[in-house]
């Protein structure tokens, strides 16, 4: 029988694949360099060349029978001991390797975090502005996505509408910081009353709600400050993090789940991963990508092409009266259309080859999205005809 | 909430595991070459130079960010393209792009192919011996594995018990050949037969009974043989393969679904799987690896190792007085055990550093599997002390 599930969704066409669609039909006629396309969240920075450098080692000196062989059910282990190692020294959690469950990138980790603390009926909450893909990434294991409305001042949380959602069925929450799509890095205030609500709505149900923290961007925030490391402050915390974005390697699908030493049942949770991980046909990354990634966890790319970039969009779109919040991280940023609709406001800025992609999906109506992972020359080119398209349609 | 379902599964510890385990610990003792371990189906001969020297021509000349950027969700159109070339040209089925899903290995294949063709409540038939990972693999869909029992006189299929347990609910038909555990390779009249079976128990049903290859051993063929294409003789089948075997990569999970294109709606169940690895994870096998094996599918891994020691085993195992099916591929061999209770013989066998499997968790008791891809020199080792064993143990 074909799963009427899936079939189903083909109809539903993301309004980011369309409008990449129209860049791309644009692209052809008047060339791809005079498409201002900031639709797309693809990392523009190439991998490290040390990162190229560990892959040909491995190549040329190891056994291809070790290269290449059987990752075990959880993970190589000696991968697992310097992931662990490395979050040890950075964040002072004494994770071991029994609290580390490598995987492809961080859609596999949130498949099995969501999998092993939240069963058929079971809700879990997040923040808009979020990531689109929750709702497939939840959805679709049987629990429900619930969204509490965006604190559109700071792009922090809004505790009062979180406290309001939290209830007997919340089996988790599910955040991102830094942001896709705002670019705001929580603060360690919001992690600490996050902390504290939980804390409270835990003792109040009678059982943990886990945290699960999508944490692609941790490595990409600006003017020298760092994301506040969300296990930190809550120990039910499952970390999912990829290497797709801090070293650009999104389509090696590597990363991993790290699950806090004082989680509730935190060994049973990794253990249980290799167990989700038969039903949904993961059998853990690449054995060549796990071993790479083990001896490259201290490096990133170059993120000043993102740090500059946002400098000049934030101060064009300050400059032509929009109100928009300065992104701690990412290479996001979402500000506030100059109308209510803000799918009309991207449909008109099409026709200024301006891709912007309207809030709606996520979760913030009224909103647009730019990613600026791109050339910063383009996004040069680009201020002139946004402040024209600004002066021309809304007269700022 | 903990999901109980895989805290649940993780009592039951595989047969495998744990004789691997007493495999390893005795290895302690005498040392690995000593211990006579013929539990793992693990590839024993090493990737071919020229996929490694493909992998670091790629490294060297590829732009990064096209060598490890995202993936369509999809798959990258190229190495579709070449799959389906290499299909067409070898097997004569108008296969495209369109028919084709890269999958981190067999086990992703099958986990999107079950996942497109039933819903919850269905049933899937399969026929021992089996691979015992079918359970998850299926079960955790919600969709239910029934075995059909073996014919243990050729490991083909016992069509009367098939024919009986196809019914309603049957949505499709998962098999395997060459087949783990028996080695037996599915004849052309074996596939006809199938074929037909299916084709009347679909008009009957209503419905499409979908067949589901899994073909991880479809090149380890020996004497000169091939195994026939499944797909060639039904329509509507799901070809799930793996690069684990033919190319000695199993930690690196790459394969790929290939849905034949007559087959009932095949580009719709192609562009399903995109929407199915959203909820699972998946997005796409690693970008290095779809291009390393798009370079490298006319190549495989040197069988004859294989081969050589089938042959080996075989003769030994016959002239022990065993009754065994002589293995037209894989690297398994499936004798019957000289009493009734193969756990039991195994355990025996053990204390000859013998590590055999018994069949039960095969479908197929009283049977045990030899997992014989190892070095010739160290089968030919262990067939005095097999001999040994059969004569102090069993007077044979």
Chains 1, 2 share one sequence.
Do not use: W
Not at 67 to 89: D, F, N, Q
Not at 327 to 342: L, N, W
Request: hydrophobic letters at 40%.
């Amino acid at each position: 029988m074909i799963a009427a599930q899936y079939k189903e969704m083909l109809g539903a066409k993301s309004v980011i694949r369309t409008l990449s669609e129209k860049a791309a039909a644009r692209a052809k006629v008047i060339g791809y360099e005079n498409v201002f396309d900031y639709s797309l969240g693809n990392p523009s920075v190439p991998a490290p060349q040390g990162f190229t450098d560990t892959l040909l080692s491995l190549l040329r000196n190891k056994d291809p029978m070790e290269l290449h062989g059987y990752s075990p059910t959880l993970g190589i282990h000696s991968v697992k001991e310097k992931i662990a190692a490395s979050l040890r020294a950075r964040f002072g959690i004494p994770y071991g390797p029994e609290h580390i469950f490598p995987t492809s990138a961080a859609a596999a980790a949130l498949a099995h975090a969501l999998r092993a603390v939240t069963v058929f009926g079971d809700e879990v909450l997040t923040f808009a502005p979020f990531f689109p893909e929750y709702h497939p990434y939840v959805d679709l294991t049987g629990a429900v996505l619930r969204v509490a409305p965006a604190d559109t001042k700071s792009f922090q949380i809004d505790f009062g509408a979180a406290q309001k959602m939290i209830g007997e069925k919340t089996a988790a929450v599910l955040i991102n910081t830094p942001n896709n799509p705002s670019g705001a890095v929580y603060s360690e205030q919001t992690l600490q009353k996050l902390a504290a609500l939980l804390e409270k709505k835990s003792r109040e149900y009678g059982h943990a709600i886990y945290l699960i923290s999508d944490e692609p961007y941790r490595e990409i925030v600006f003017d020298h400050q760092e994301q506040p490391y969300v296990s930190k402050y809550y120990a039910d915390t499952l970390v999912c993090y990829s290497f797709s974005k801090s070293l650009s390697l999104p389509g090696e699908r590597i990363g991993y789940l790290a699950v806090n030493p004082a989680c509730t049942e935190a060994e049973t949770i990794v253990n249980m991963c290799g167990q989700i991980s038969r039903g949904i046909g993961h059998n853990c990354p690449s054995s060549l990508m796990q071993l790479a990634m083990a001896e490259s966890l201290e490096m990133t790319v170059d993120f000043s092409i993102y740090e500059k970039n946002r400098n000049l969009l934030y101060d064009c779109l300050k400059e032509t009266g929009l109100e928009v919040v300065k992104p701690g991280g990412t290479f996001y940023i979402f500000p506030k259309a100059p109308e209510e609709d803000a799918a009309a406001f991207c449909e008109k800025a099409l026709d200024y080859d301006l891709v912007l992609v309207p809030g709606d999906s996520f979760g913030c109506p009224g909103y647009f999205r730019m990613a600026y992972c791109m050339d910063t020359e383009k996004v040069e080119r680009s201020l002139p005809v946004l402040r024209k398209f600004m002066r021309e349609t809304y007269g700022k």
